[in-house]
């Protein structure tokens, strides 16, 4: 580790620019476009590492429910991100089939993961663990459900989901239902339960997510209009301010009878809500096996937007999905490919491929899928270790893809001022810990700090800047000074002491702050 990159030290009251830490594979993104991808490997020879995935800023989650700890088939998920991949491990168990992993949610407070075969007791049908990650110390706790028997039914944790501190927790067992939590009181609020033909194989509750005081809970073999055997889908739309259903949400009708678990659409397989957006997968579309779409729905009032269609060449496009700020992701694992959508036009935006296997046999990239905002990540759970694998054997340890991005927000007041106040960014908002912090006015100026602040990169791309500060802090992941077209200058304190000139610095922690603070 480099304590220190720069520091000046002839006065305390000048500013220093300190890295913190290090890490070999990791620079979030400051590049306008699609950012390279950060592949994260791990949880051994057939692990399955990647079979679910999540992300929150410049941190993500991983679960590789088929990993090997010791002698027993445990399973694990580890944390990715600028501290690097940290292994979240099950409590100890008698049992040795567990499958902890099997799905996982993270924000930048809280980490969910699920094991749907349970440690024992009371859970033999499935245990979620919730992590506080702003208390990295404390032991992992359970989320249960008041129903005591609603964990020993099997699938319990089949899919769960995290928005500021609420969750919830599908389980697909029966006639299926999902369970509301307040993170901070670990009290379950709501239990909802299948509105449908309780025929016991809708599988309501496979699928679930949940953004601010909106739900939505997939039932992928729900059978509509009648036909008993079709298994179209549905997902359902729920007001968490009450507990009560706002809409039930449709795909197309399948147009063959078909066959009890092979006849249908399929509909509700995977689903994601963010602000005012709904995304469903349906795993099939009209008669075509091999694709599916993705339909988009008013968070509000569950009103039809549109649906995105398969590109050329994809297979099992559908079965995982994602949306986030006005961009949709979708999963075609049978093609390894993922798709971005503009969620206002339908448009394509890009088609992601895995970059790095060890062999040429399929990896099931695009088995899952995540987003929050400009980063998102895709799983590839049958992917080949980058070392390669022994007797030159498939060995499908698995990695998941990680394309980390930040929000761009510019400075737009020419005569300088305080760097939190509102009015001198565009839209009138201060970049906040994930995002980008942009200096592009032609003249000079000065930004002061009156407070501790934090962006993900800063980038001067035109002007003079000058950072003033007396006792408070910025930190950044990346600061750069862009010269190639313009002349750009920073000015690290108000004496000039430190100063960048068409050039920049890269790093995975910068502090850029009173010396000694």
């Keep these: 580790m480099v304590d220190?990159?720069?520091?000046?030290?002839?006065?305390?009251?000048?500013?220093?620019?300190?890295l913190l830490s290090s890490s070999a594979w990791f620079f979030p993104t400051s590049a306008v476009g699609q950012p390279d991808p950060v592949v994260a490997y791990g949880g051994g020879v057939d692990s399955e590492y990647g079979w679910s995935v999540d992300?929150?800023?410049?941190?993500?989650?991983?679960?590789?429910?088929?990993a090997q700890l010791g002698v027993r088939r445990t399973g694990l998920a580890e944390l990715v991100g600028d501290i690097g991949q940290v292994l979240l491990q099950p409590e100890p168990s008698t049992r040795s089939d567990r499958q902890f992993g099997w799905s996982v949610a993270a924000t930048t407070d809280w980490a969910m993961v699920a094991d749907i075969r349970g440690d024992g007791a009371r859970d033999l049908g499935g245990t979620v663990w919730l992590y506080d990650l702003n208390d990295p110390g404390s032991s992992p706790v359970k989320l249960l459900p008041e129903d005591p028997l609603a964990s020993t039914l099997g699938g319990y944790g089949s899919s769960i989901d995290i928005s500021g501190d609420l969750a919830i927790v599908g389980t697909q067992s029966g006639p299926g239902v999902a369970y509301v939590f307040d993170l901070t009181t670990r009290e379950q609020l709501y239990k909802l339960t299948n509105p449908g033909d309780l025929v016991g194989r809708d599988r309501?509750?496979?699928s679930v997510?949940?953004?601010g005081n909106r739900a939505v809970v997939g039932a992928a073999r729900n059978s509509l209009g009648g036909n008993a055997v079709a298994e179209d889908g549905s997902a359902y739309l729920y007001d968490l301010n009450s507990g009560a259903l706002i809409s039930e949400l449709t795909g197309e009708t399948h147009s063959s009878t078909g066959q009890v678990g092979n006849g249908g659409n399929e509909f509700g397989m995977s689903v994601d809500i963010a602000g005012d957006q709904v995304i469903v997968g349906s795993r099939r579309i009209e008669d075509d096996d091999l694709n599916g779409a993705g339909f988009l729905?008013?968070?509000?009032?569950?009103a039809s937007l549109g649906k995105l269609s398969a590109p050329s060449g994809a297979m099992f496009f559908g079965q995982s999905v994602g949306v986030s700020q006005g961009t949709g992701i979708i999963g075609a694992w049978g093609s390894e490919t993922a798709y971005l959508f503009d969620?206002?036009?339908l448009g394509l935006q890009h088609t992601l491929e895995a970059t790095a296997q060890g062999s040429d046999a399929p990896t099931e990239f695009g088995r899952s899928v995540a987003i929050s905002g400009p980063s998102y990540v895709v799983g590839s759970p049958n992917h080949d270790s980058e070392l390669g694998c022994p007797d030159n054997l498939r060995c499908n340890t698995g990695a998941a893809y990680f394309y980390f991005g930040a929000n761009e927000f510019r400075w737009i007041e020419p005569s300088g001022g305080e760097f939190s106040l509102d009015a001198n960014w565009e839209s009138d908002v201060v970049?906040?810990?994930t995002d980008l912090a942009v200096f592009d006015l032609s003249n000079s100026y000065t930004v002061e700090l009156t407070e501790n602040v934090q962006s993900a990169s800063m980038s001067v791309r035109a002007g003079d800047v000058s950072l003033q500060s007396d006792s408070f802090r910025y930190v950044v992941d990346r600061l750069d000074v862009e010269g190639n077209a313009v002349s750009a200058s920073l000015f690290v304190n108000s004496t000039n002491a430190v100063t960048m000139e068409e050039h920049g610095l890269l790093a995975s922690v910068i502090k850029i702050g009173k010396l000694g603070t």
Excluded: E, K, M, N
């Excluded at 220190?4 to 300190?18: A, H």
């Excluded at 992300?55 to 088929?66: E, H, K, P, S, T």
């Design 204 to 206: 309501f509750g496979r």
């Design 343 to 345: 969620t206002a036009t």
């Design 55 to 66: 992300v929150a800023g410049l941190q993500g989650i991983v679960g590789a429910y088929r």
């Design 431 to 433: 970049p906040g810990p």
């Design 297 to 302: 729905f008013d968070a509000d009032s569950g």
């Design 209 to 211: 997510a949940i953004s």
């Design 4 to 18: 220190s990159l720069l520091s000046v030290s002839s006065r305390t009251s000048l500013l220093t620019i300190t």
